[in-house]
C-alpha cells in the first residue's frame, strides 16, 4: 500500500480547484499552473520509479479491500502512462501561455486544462472497471469544455458530434458494464480476471468483450468509429489539438491493451487475431489514405493519429511479448511525436496565419530551428532510422511476420510508406518552396514557443538512440501485463 | 417573471416553504451515510429552494440576498472533500479512509459523528455551487 498512488489525481484535483479562485487574473493562473505541471512530472518520475522497484503497487482508498472497494493500481504500464502524460501536459500548458486568448484564460481554461488530467490519470490507475468509466467521464466532461470553450460555428457544430458521439460511447460503456456484472458479479479487474478464468470465457463473455472492444474503439479512433476525429481536432487551439491528439485518444487504446490482456485474453484466435488486428488494418489504412489526402496542416496530422493508432492495436492483436513491446514503445513514440507536431503546427500558424500548406511556402530560410524541429519528428513519424518511430515498428512488423501474419505486416509496412509521403508532402509545401512570406511574417520570432516543443523532439531523438534500454523497459513491461496473474495477484493478495 | 401583479399568494407562501424546504435538505444532509440522504441530495435540494426564490424575486432581489459567488463554492466543495482524504494521509491510513465516534450531544443525545461527514459537507456545496452556476449562467444568458 502507497498513499503516494493518490497523487497523480488528487494534486491536478486540488490545483484545478484552486485556479477557480484565480480566474480573473491570468498572471496568477499561470504562475500556479506552471509550477503544479512541472511538480506533477517530478512526481509522476517518482511513480515510474517505484512501480519498476516494486512491480506493482496498490491503494485500497478508504481502506476497503479489494474487491469491495474501489482500489488504485499503479504498474509498470500505467505509471509509464502517467509520466508520460505528465510530460506532455507540461510541454502543452507551456505552449499555451505563448498562444492562448485572454478570453479563454478568463473562462476557466486552466481549471478544465487540470481535471482533463486527473481523469486521464485516474483512467490509467484506477483498478476497478466501474470507477474507468467514471474517470472517462472526468476527462470526457474536462474535454467538452475545452473544445467547446471560443464558440465559433464550426467548432459549436464539430464539437457537438464530438459530445454526442462521446455520450453514445459512454452509454454503451456502462451497458457492457451492466453486461460483464450480471454474468461475473464484479466490477474489480482483478476479481474480473479470476472470474472469467474459472468459467473459461463462454460465448457471452466474448460478446461483453466485444462490446468494450467498440467502445474503447470509439473513443480511441479505430475503424470504423474514427470519423469524428480529423473534425473535431481541427477546431480548438493549437496547445489543446495537440493534448487531445497525443492523448485522449491513448486512453481509449490503454483501456483496449489492460482490458484484452488482463480480462479477456482466453479467446486470442477470435478477439486478438480476428476482430484487432481486422479492425487495426482497416484503421491504418484509411488513416493513412484521409491524411495523404489532404491539404490542411492540422487536418494531416489529425488523420495520422488515427492511422498510428493502428500500430498500437496491431501490436496488442498479434499479441506475443515482442509484438505487444512494441505497442508499448509505439505509444510512447508516438504521443511524443504526435504532441511536437500538433505544436509545431501551431506554431507554424502562429507565424503564416494559415493552416493550408498550399498557402504557405518557404519557411526554412526563416526559421530554420522550426524547419529542422519539423523534419526531425516528421521523418521519426514515418519511422526512418536512427529515430524512434523505426524502432517501434519494427518489432510490431517482425512480430507479424513471425506469426504469420502477412496481411497486416503488409499493410503497415504500405502505411509507413504513405506516411513518409504525406509528411514529405508537409515538408515541402510548407518549408520548402518559393519564400511566400509577407515581411512582417519574415521577422516574427516563435523562440518562446519552441522551447516547450524542444523536449519532446529530443525525447523522439533519445527514444531512438537509446532504444536499447527503452525497449528492454517496454519488453518488461509486456511481460508483466501478459502475465494477469502478476495483476490479480497483487491486488487480491492471494 | 419580475414584478408580476398577481403573484401575492407566491410571494407569501414561498417564504414559508423555502425554509421548510431548506430545513428537509439539512434533515436530509445530516440523516446520509448510513440512511439514505447525503451531500447530493441534500444541496440538491437547497438549490431547489434557492432556484424556487429566484423565480419568484428575480435576480435582482436574489443577488443582493444571497451575495454567493457559486464558482467559488463549488471550488470551496471540491477542496473540502479532496481534504478530507488527505486528513487520513496524514495519519498514515489510506486515502479517505473515515473515522467515527459517538458523541453525547445536548438536546440530540447521542449523536454519530464522522469524517464521511465533511466530505458530504463537501458535495453538498459542490453540488449547490454548480447547481446554481448552471441555472443562473442560462438565466443571465437571457436578459
Known sequence: MSNLIILPIIFPFIIGAVLIFFSKSSRAQRIISGISALLMVGISAYLAVLAFQQDTVILESGDWVAPYGIILVLDNLAALMVLITSILAASCLFFAFGTISKKREKYYFYPFYFFLIVGVNGAFLTGDIFNLFVFFEVMLLASYVLIVNGGSKYQLRESFKYVILNIFG????????AWIYSVTGTVNMAHLSERVAEINQPGIVTVIAVMFFIVFGAKGALFPLYFWLPKSYYGPPAALAALFGGLLTKVGIYAIIRMFTLVFYHEPLFTHKGIIVTAAGFTMLLGVLGAVSQFDFKRILSYHIISQVGYMVMGLGIFTPLAVAGAIYYIVHHMFVKTALFLLAGATEKITGTTDIKAMGGLIKSQPVLTWSFFIAAISLAGIPPLSGFFSKFPIILAGFQEGQWVISAVALLVGLLTLISMMKIFGYVFWGENKLTERQNNMSVTNLLIPIAPLVAFSIILGFAAEPIFTYSLHIAEQILEPSNYVNAVLKE | MINQPND????????????IVVTFSIYLFFSGHNAPGGGFIGGLMTAIAILVMYLVFGTKTMNAA???????????????????????????????????DYFQIPIFGEVELTTALIFDLGVYLLVVGSAMTFILSIVEDDS
Open chain 2, 8 to 19: 401575492m399568494m407566491f410571494r407569501v407562501f414561498i417564504r414559508l416553504i423555502a425554509i
Open chain 1, 170 to 177: 459512454s452509454a454503451l460503456f456502462i451497458m457492457a458494464i
Open chain 2, 66 to 100: 444571497l451575495p454567493f459567488n457559486y464558482p467559488y463554492m463549488m471550488s470551496i466543495g471540491l477542496l473540502v472533500a479532496a481534504g478530507t482524504g488527505i486528513i487520513s494521509v496524514a495519519f498514515g491510513y489510506p486515502y479517505l479512509k473515515q473515522f467515527f
